[in-house]
Every structure is written in structure tokens, then in C-alpha cells.
């Protein structure tokens, strides 16, 4: 099982860039400016058992999440529109990747995965994200993102 443990920084050149994703969960054009230039710090515990607790801080917010990756649902208030999600975070692929799927209210066409892996030796956190729109008699729309974040050395 994979160790997530450590403190990353976002690697924005590396990174997709993530305005549209966030056009379509509802964050205001003024957010996603500033978040696209502003930097973005992770910070993940993990026993490499059950227990996950990540913090995520940015120049605009700090926000921490504790979950069990057991597929338990959890819910969370979005930070950006007020509704209510229903979460769940589990193991895929023998352990070397932690998958987060996000459901939202009923009636709400969109659905999130996130997978997060560890790549480059462990040096880099790699998170995707895809978020998908259903749409009544059409194809769904698929917006896909990637997010690199490079480990900072222990002190």
C-alpha cells in the first residue's frame, strides 16, 4: 500500500489549468483568477491504512478533510455554492491510488471522480480530476484535469 504522507506544492507549470473545471462547479470568475496565479500547498496524513487526512491551503482559503478510505459515505458542504455533497474515498489499484467520488444533490447533473496517485519515485502527488455533465438526450460533457504538486523535503 502506498504511503500518500508529506507536504506538496502545486506545480502550476506542469499543471492543467483549472478554470473551466471550476467554471462548471459554480466558482465565480473572480475565484478562478486568483487561484489560477496563486499558490496551492497540500499537506496529506496517511497511516497507509484507513485513516486520510488532507489539508489543502491556498492564498484565498485552508480547508481539511479527515475520511476513512472505506468507501463510508461522508457529506460535505461545498465551499462554493452551499449544497450538500455526498462523498466517497476508497483504494483502487492494489492500494497505489486513492479514488474520491463526489455526488451531487439530486437533480444535479454532475458527478466528480478524483484519483490520486503518487508518481516519480514519490516526489510528485498526482491528482485527476474529471468532472462530468449529463445531459437530457445529448452526450455528456467531460472536463478532465490534472494537478501536480511537487514533495517538499522535511525539515
Wanted: glycine share 6%; aromatic share 6%.
Amino acid at each position: 500500500m502506498e504511503d500518500f504522507s508529506g507536504t506538496f506544492v502545486l506545480d502550476q507549470s506542469a499543471s492543467d489549468d483549472q478554470s473551466k473545471l471550476l467554471q462548471h462547479l459554480g466558482a465565480p470568475w473572480a475565484v478562478r483568477a486568483t487561484l489560477a496565479r496563486t499558490s496551492r500547498r497540500v499537506t496529506i496524513t496517511h497511516d497507509q491504512g484507513l485513516l486520510w487526512r488532507e489539508t489543502v491551503t491556498t492564498a484565498l482559503i485552508s480547508k481539511t478533510v479527515v475520511c476513512s478510505l472505506d468507501g463510508t459515505p461522508r457529506r460535505e458542504v461545498s465551499p462554493v455554492d452551499r449544497t450538500v455533497l455526498s462523498i466517497t474515498d476508497g483504494y483502487d489499484d492494489e492500494g497505489r491510488m486513492v479514488v474520491t467520488h463526489v455526488r451531487f444533490p439530486d437533480g444535479d447533473p454532475r458527478s466528480q471522480t478524483m484519483r490520486k496517485l503518487m508518481i516519480n519515485g514519490g516526489r510528485t502527488f498526482h491528482v485527476s480530476t474529471v468532472l462530468t455533465i449529463e445531459h437530457e438526450g445529448k452526450p455528456a460533457t467531460t472536463i478532465h484535469t490534472n494537478s501536480y504538486f511537487n514533495r517538499v523535503p522535511d525539515a
